[in-house]
């Protein structure tokens, strides 16, 4: 079975600041994906940013990127310029690409922004 | 963006009641749906899957007769939890797959919080 994990249960940086989040992951699968999730306090569900582990190249949306490392197992979370607003729950979550679409998440890293 | 519509909010019942959460996919159609539990401070905790036409898929754990799921149409599935007690407390989120898209991410919805009194 899958299992996701995330060993920070929380951190900090300094607004502007650029912070990475951890997220390792355990498969005997070669095609899936890796997804962050971010949960504000409002608790809506908001995708972050996916990767498709077939593509070496690691995915970007603006301030964040990731740093996918297929043979480690490792799909870390970089957070550059930190903003206020992005104070929240991430969750690190893994779906087979073949199957149901079940998505596997993390216990969540809890990001403190200080101003 | 894709649009997952979760009613209600929030919702306050007696114990003993049965309570019926609305999970709506508004523009696109959901194959497959899924109710998770959260507990505060936790990580989302898969509750069943819910498949169109046919009965949920509940994980280990879950009682099947305690959180009844129905999926009559595409773009609805319904959680009801009967005979609430106050351990059912929780917040419960739907989330849905776009039928059409088998690479689509999942759209949560906004969640329900339930306090059973």
């Known amino acids: 079975a899958q299992t996701v994990t995330q060993s920070q249960p929380e951190m900090s940086v300094q607004e502007a600041e650029t912070v990475t989040l951890s997220c390792t992951y355990d498969?005997?699968?070669?095609?899936?994906?890796l997804f962050w999730y971010k949960q504000p306090p409002s608790r809506q569900m908001i995708l972050v940013i996916r990767q498709e582990a077939y593509k070496q190249q690691n995915a970007t949306e603006n301030r964040f990127s990731v740093n996918f490392q297929k043979a480690a197992k490792s799909f870390s979370l970089k957070i550059s310029d930190s903003q206020l607003g992005d104070a929240a729950m991430y969750f690190c979550a893994y779906r087979s690409a073949l199957g149901t679409y079940k998505y596997i998440f993390g216990t969540g890293t809890r990001l403190k922004v200080l101003a | 963006g894709a649009v997952v519509s979760q009613h209600p909010s929030r919702v306050i019942c007696k114990s003993g009641t049965s309570v019926k959460i609305e999970c709506r996919s508004l523009?696109?159609?959901?194959?497959?749906m899924f109710w998770y539990r959260q507990f505060p401070k936790q990580s989302l905790m898969l509750m069943a899957t819910?498949?169109?036409?046919?009965?949920?898929?509940?994980e280990q754990g879950v009682e099947k007769d305690k959180f009844l799921i129905n999926h009559a149409s595409l773009t609805l599935s319904t959680l009801t939890v009967t005979s609430a007690h106050p351990e059912d407390s929780s917040f419960y989120i739907c989330?849905?797959?776009?039928?059409?898209?088998?690479?689509?991410?999942?759209?949560f919805g906004n969640g329900t919080r339930l306090t059973v009194t």
């Open positions: 498969t005997s699968e070669s095609d899936y994906y």
């Open positions: 989330s849905a797959s776009n039928r059409g898209k088998t690479d689509s991410p999942l759209h």
């Open positions: 819910s498949n169109e036409g046919s009965k949920a898929t509940y």
């Open positions: 523009d696109f159609q959901a194959t497959t």
